[in-house]
């Protein structure tokens, strides 16, 4: 978890990006991830420590793991239509509509039914309406008097501060591109990508800074840590490195790593930066599909990542923090993943179905 002044101290989380075909494990591996960031936040809002691989949290781990997947497929978006206009409307029918419902939620259904103070006090207050932040990307995370005897206080839903993040790699892709295009150089964007790994192995892991800077109340540091996985994701969608994402070379990824530990925080990420992004898009693409049938129903894993952590600050409310860790994502999950179905069906879905579509130009030549 990261700690920055002004910012509540928050654990790590985060999902967006939805892809058009159903053979392959996109929708499988976004909704296990999504279910990894339940599991993973339930041992810091229980003051359980948190289990760890590659020097990463769980919810740290599943993060990455969703800002490759959506970096790979936003660079797919873009590069198939490249049109700004279509480009962000998309981008915004995905994230707004979801998210503008569980912020009302959250400030005026569920603050109003479990603050501390009485009624009148709730909404004289400005907290609500600041809560309303959340909408433009600008987190907030409290609510006055919400959760303030929780094991971990005050905070109302720590996912939502990778969003803005998530939003920023979004603007900052098609000019990544569009430079690599200009100069006739597809491999510049490694370059671009390398350079913004190596800012982040220096500010997170090398040098971090006492005081981490906050910028649209986003920490820095935490939106550095994650940032590199989405460029990693995308470089290899625009450089077509996506022929080297199989299984069989995964395996061989994770089996040196096993015989050959990095044996400082350092050397993890870098060997993360690697083994991640190949394990993922290896599973993703695979032509097994194994999973493929997860989205058959829908695209859950946006609105259990948003309702996730809300709902186990909830449980820990009415437990009177009396639950493990396991016990508190054993209740939260099933209940969160009620309301991402409901989100999907009601919110999602009409709401992706009003998205800007590319249209083909039918006009034909003439000659006379």
């Known amino acids: 978890m990261n700690h920055s002044p002004g910012v509540q101290q928050i654990p790590l989380s985060g999902p967006i990006g939805r892809h058009q075909h159903r053979e392959n494990n996109f929708d499988a591996v976004r909704l296990l991830a999504a279910a990894a960031v339940i599991f993973g936040h339930a041992h810091p809002l229980t003051n359980t420590p948190s289990p760890a691989l590659f020097g990463n949290s769980v919810q ?64 004289s207050s400005p907290h609500p309406y600041f809560y309303l932040r959340n909408i433009f990307l ?124 990095p044996s400082s925080a350092l050397a993890s990420e870098i060997s993360l930066y690697i083994i991640l992004p190949t394990c993922v898009l290896a ?27 809300l709902i186990q600050q909830i449980i820990n409310q009415l437990s009177n923090n009396t639950l493990s860790a396991l016990q508190n994502a054993a209740i939260s999950l099933p209940i969160s993943l009620i309301l991402a179905v409901a989100s999907w069906h009601l919110i999602e879905k009409p709401a992706l179905a009003k998205k800007p579509k590319q249209k083909l130009d039918l006009t034909l030549s003439t000659s006379t």
């Open 283 to 309: 599973l993703c693409l695979s032509a097994d599909a194994a999973l493929k049938g997860a989205g058959s129903f829908g695209d859950f894993s946006y609105g259990l990542y948003l309702y996730g952590f």
């Open 138 to 261: 600008y987190p907030v995370y409290n609510l006055p008097g919400l959760f303030e005897k929780n094991i971990y206080p005050i905070a109302i839903n720590g996912s939502l501060w990778s969003l803005p993040v998530e939003f920023a790699m979004y603007v900052a892709i098609p000019f990544a591109i569009t430079f690599a295009a200009t100069i006739k150089r597809k491999a510049s964007i490694w370059v671009i990508t390398a350079a913004l790994c190596i800012i982040s192995l220096s500010m997170v892991r090398m040098h971090p800074p006492e005081k981490h800077p906050v910028l649209y109340g986003t920490d820095v540091i935490s939106a550095l840590d994650v940032a590199p996985y989405f460029f990693i994701g995308a470089s290899i969608a625009y450089t077509g490195l996506e022929r080297f994402m199989r299984p069989v070379i995964a395996l061989f990824l994770v089996a040196i790593f096993a015989l050959f530990q």
């Open 60 to 123: 740290a781990m599943a993060v990455k793991i969703f800002f490759v997947i959506s970096g790979y497929l936003i660079c797919k978006s873009w590069t198939l239509d490249p049109s700004p206009w279509r480009y962000l409307a998309k981008r915004a029918v995905r994230i707004f509509p979801a998210l503008i419902i569980i912020v009302f939620i959250s400030a005026f259904v569920v603050g109003p039914i479990l603050t501390t103070l009485p009624l009148a006090d709730y909404f």
